[in-house]
């Protein structure tokens, strides 16, 4: 039962256009949203996040949007360039932490110069 | 942040050994985590390193199989014993420094790389 949803494996983006990459969650207890961005041979790097009192967070190129509603959240990034290139993981946590991370399976993006 | 050093980085392992995974942290912190990752596959938490007591298993995950020991706020070791091919995985340490996540975040070690022969 995967709480965590990241239904694309995969994303080519051209350099400068926009990114967007997507997760859904099943459990409407997660009140905590972060997205990860991992390189090869790497550890994972916090990227940004979000808390459900909010629909939408901005750091520089990143935006994180999220409908509670449809427990949805999306990543965006404008304009993308091919540093970006890596795999994305969205991951939700409850009670605002104090609970371990539930993570995606990734989004493979690749910018394409 | 928190600077997290992991040993060994790589490792290949014969079928049947055991392989302990030390964690270094430059800074206490209150929680740290022992994640997996399987080719493919999501990263999923193995285990809670509790400073003091024994470490609280996920589902799926045994103590025989995975002996965690946190002896102190900055440093704690996860242990694969008796490992097989299907253990052939990325082993990351993560840490939160603060118990409330909001405004705050988790930050992971860059993975030990085990590879079951």
């Known amino acids: 039962d995967q709480q965590v949803k990241q239904n694309s494996p995969s994303l080519s983006v051209q350099e400068g256009r926009i990114s967007i990459l997507n997760c859904d969650y099943t459990?409407?207890?997660?009140?905590?949203f972060l997205w990860y961005k991992k390189y090869p041979a790497e550890g994972p790097t916090f990227l940004i996040s979000?808390?459900?009192?909010?629909d939408k967070n901005e750091d520089g190129r990143f935006t994180v949007f999220l409908n509670k509603s449809a427990k949805h959240l999306s990543l965006h990034i404008v304009p993308s360039q091919p540093g970006d290139s890596a795999v994305y993981f969205c991951?939700?946590?409850?009670?605002?932490?104090?609970?371990?991370?539930?993570f995606g399976k990734g989004t493979r993006l690749s910018v394409i110069a | 942040s928190a600077v997290i050093s992991q040993k060994p980085s790589r490792d290949i392992c014969q079928r049947g050994t055991s392989l302990t995974i030390q964690c270094q942290v430059d800074?206490?912190?209150?929680?740290m985590f022992w994640y997996r990752q399987q080719p493919g596959q999501s990263l999923t938490l193995i285990a809670t390193?509790?400073?003091?007591?024994?470490?609280?298993?996920e589902s799926g995950f045994v103590i025989d199989k995975f002996p965690i020991s946190r002896p102190n706020l900055t440093f704690s070791t996860l242990t694969v014993s008796n490992m097989s091919p299907e253990d052939s995985s990325i082993y990351l340490c993560?840490?939160?420094?603060?118990?409330?996540?909001?405004?705050?975040?988790?930050?992971f070690g860059e993975g030990s790389w085990l590879t079951v022969v």
């Open positions: 979000i808390s459900s009192i909010k």
């Open positions: 390193a509790n400073q003091g007591s024994e470490a609280t298993y």
């Open positions: 993560s840490v939160q420094p603060d118990r409330k996540l909001a405004g705050n975040t988790i930050y």
């Open positions: 459990n409407s207890m997660f009140d905590y």
């Open positions: 800074s206490q912190v209150t929680m």
């Open positions: 991951a939700a946590a409850r009670n605002s932490g104090n609970t371990p991370l539930v």
